[in-house]
């Protein structure tokens, strides 16, 4: 397995390196200023974000996205877990909670402007309510799908509720957990360049737009490749963390860590 795996990792280290080499190749071809050689784009990308601007400009975006972040998973998986545990009030609230999550994120950026202004208040509320969403149904599953067998071995051993959701049904839903937040990590990244697009003074989002606007091309491809190296550490990041949080979980399912 470790063979294939390193074969397989060769062969896409490979294949981006193609594309590179290829996209090097034709921009110094066309010489076009809309797409700069990609040996300009990472001069660029060194000068601008090893420099005080990532400071100015990544480190807000970093921790909107993270309180936003908190929140939702703080939330979802609180009112999930209470919607799961009880057959009731899931059936009652399932419409309601289908209805709200296919509401795009972006949509409701305009209701945040008008209610709370464009400050980073707005922005953490909207990827609070963008990320929010697959947390809180994931972990309504998770708790709803709880082997029956766990839930009467509780009974017979006596546990009372709050144990039950303790000592059960939390640690049954986890893995769906998990998975809900992953996908609401990938949201809030998106939700946090959207909002600073539209209503900011720093930020990511805004850093790009501005280089767009005032056509410093290889500064807004800079930022481009941030965000794709910001977007890949937090995964990967999420990833070993869940796998090391979780290893009981794939041991069980046999699936490798």
Known sequence: MNKVFNRGNAAGIITVIVLLLLWQVIAMWKQTVYVPPVSTIFLTFLKE?????????????????AVGYFFASLIGIAIGIVIGSFKRIYQLLDPVLQFWRAIPATAIIPVGILLIGIGDQMKM???????????????????????????????IFGLTPIETLLRVILPSATPMIAAGMRTGLSIAFIMIVV????GSTDGLGYYILQAQRTFAIPEMYGGILLLAILGYLLNTGFVWAEHKVLAWHYGQTARPV
Not at 51 to 63: D, E, I, K, M, R
């Open 49 to 65: 974000w090893f420099s005080p601007t990532f400071g100015q400009q990544a480190v807000p975006s970093l921790y909107r996205m």
């Open 125 to 155: 509320v909207v990827i609070c309510f963008g990320a929010m969403w697959p947390i809180l149904i994931n972990t309504a599953d998770g708790a709803r799908l709880v082997p029956t067998e766990r839930l009467d071995t509780a009974r």
């Open 195 to 198: 909002s600073e697009m539209i």
